[in-house]
């Protein structure tokens, strides 16, 4: 059959919300023209993250009744463990209580001042932990994924040639650790092909680095591999994984992703020296080593999740609609990060809103006018969420790309919400010469895009 169906039967549902055009405006306005401050339930079809939004499987819903709360020693640690170090090969394995948690702790123990974390791309929160330490956060994107409009299979790959060169301009003793994003989330969800995780480790060989994945979307970038990467279409999605952590000496995850759950993460690793000083951070921050900031329960749920992920039907239908959404837009002319991501659909905000400048943040433009016309939430992955100001002159020094992410929640919105999606964006896209840009009024020195306060330009 061609039609690709959702492959679940909805047992529980949540009624949303609607609301006018009008009464959208006053939300929005007492949310500071930020919409990470809007109430969620006045928000139609959230596409803000698919972190931490997924529906749980009746599987997982019964592991929570069956985890064990024991503090110590928990018969839910050992699933989890278990789970975890299948997939990731990895000896020892330190539950969080979510993605940035395993980063403070890594970085904490690694981190300091005169050092440089290289990266295909850093997410938020991971640039925020490298940087707090006092270190350099460096992403080193190949060139191919720097171009929106360019298809091509693997745009999340890193630049092995400007990482030698970087590594030997600053000096092996100052890069405790090499990381590669999969998917490469703030480069538009594209996968890292495995010739370049095996590069890269050859490049970490060659300097006695160690490397680690960021592996928040491990089982999506494990999928592209087998559909688009030569030699592995007869690979199981697992087989592939557990490929893809064999070259990584560790590992961070936020299980609010990729294993299907609502909170949850954990650090992996092989060196036991540094394991040791991470559970002792870990014993400070976030609780002890078979429980780390997580209930039993959650630990039930993250295991279960993890094997349902490996799930290639799942799978196929998680990566065909995030197209499909893709494919209906762009048909209508939107542009978009070419070809789509795997968990969003990024809209190039350049190119859709060109009168609008970064400094007059364009993508915010475009989130504030899809939640005005239908209630449909995403999120500004540009200026507002990466934009520096110049110490001397203050003004914006944008990134180099001002995008829209459509992030598409697991399990959770059927064909026809998707279908209503692609109807907001187009009808906001066909008005977009009315669209203006805005100006901050309010901002937090670190991570301000979620609290900062906006003021259309008239
Ligand atoms: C690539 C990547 N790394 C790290 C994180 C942080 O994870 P968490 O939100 O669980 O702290 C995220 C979350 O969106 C992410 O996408």
């Not at 928000?43 to 939004?53: F, N, P, Q, Y």
């Not at 893709?326 to 070419?338: H, Q, S, V």
């Not at 992410?405 to 959770?412: F, K, M, Y």
């Not at 907001?424 to 009024?441: A, F, H, M, P, S």
Request: charged share 25%.
């Amino acid at each position: 059959m061609k039609t690709i169906i959702e492959p679940f039967k909805i047992k529980s549902v949540e009624p949303i919300k609607f609301t006018t055009r009008g009464e959208r405006e006053d939300i929005l306005k007492k949310a500071g023209y930020n919409v990470f401050m809007i109430p969620a339930e006045d928000v139609l079809i959230d596409l803000l993250t698919d972190s931490g939004t997924s529906a749980m499987s009746a599987k997982q819903w019964s592991g929570i009744m069956d985890g064990d709360e024991s503090y110590a020693g928990s018969k839910s640690f050992y699933r989890f463990e278990k789970t975890v170090r299948n997939i990731t090969g990895h000896k020892f394995i330190i539950p969080t209580h979510q993605g940035r948690a395993a980063e403070k702790i890594l970085f904490s123990n690694v981190g300091g001042k005169g050092k440089y974390i290289p990266n295909n791309t850093h997410f938020d929160t991971t640039r925020a932990n490298v940087e707090f330490t006092g270190a350099e956060a460096v992403d080193l994107l190949n060139e191919v994924g720097k171009h929106p409009e360019i298809k091509a299979d693997f745009k999340g790959d890193m630049d092995v040639d400007a990482l030698d060169a970087f590594i030997q301009k600053v000096g092996k003793e100052n890069v405790p650790l090499v990381m590669i994003t999969v998917t490469n989330n703030s480069g538009g969800g594209q996968p890292v092909s495995m010739k370049n995780i095996r590069e890269v480790k050859e490049v970490c060989k060659k300097y006695d680095i160690p490397l680690f994945l960021d592996a928040c979307r491990f089982a999506e970038n494990a999928y592209f591999i087998k559909l688009r990467e030569e030699g592995y279409k007869d690979k199981s999605v697992l087989e592939i994984a557990q490929e893809m952590f064999s070259y990584a000496d560790g590992a961070t995850m936020s299980a609010k992703k990729d294993a299907l759950v609502n909170i949850g993460g954990f650090l992996s690793m092989n060196d036991e020296e540094l394991a040791t000083k991470c559970r002792n951070l870990l014993i400070v921050t976030e609780g002890f080593p078979t429980y780390g900031g997580l209930a039993g329960r959650d630990l039930e749920a993250v295991a279960q999740g993890l094997e349902e992920v490996l799930d290639e039907n799942y799978l196929h239908y998680r990566i065909r609609s995030t197209a499909y959404l893709a494919e209906k837009i762009t048909a209508a002319g939107i542009p978009i990060i070419e070809p789509p991501g795997g968990h969003a659909v990024y809209i190039d905000a350049k190119r859709f809103l060109p009168n609008v400048p970064p400094h007059e943040y364009p993508g915010q433009s475009i989130v504030c006018e899809i939640y005005l016309e239908g209630g449909v939430r995403g999120v500004e992955i540009g200026s507002v969420m990466f934009g520096k100001y110049d110490e001397k002159t203050g003004e914006l020094i944008p990134p180099p790309m001002e995008l829209v992410r459509l992030a598409i929640p697991r399990r959770v919105y059927t064909q026809s919400h998707i279908d209503y999606v692609a109807e907001v964006l187009i009808e906001t896209y066909k008005n977009r010469d009315k669209l203006r840009g805005y100006k901050i009024i309010e901002e937090a020195p670190m991570l301000r895009h979620f609290t900062c306060k906006f003021e259309p330009l008239t």
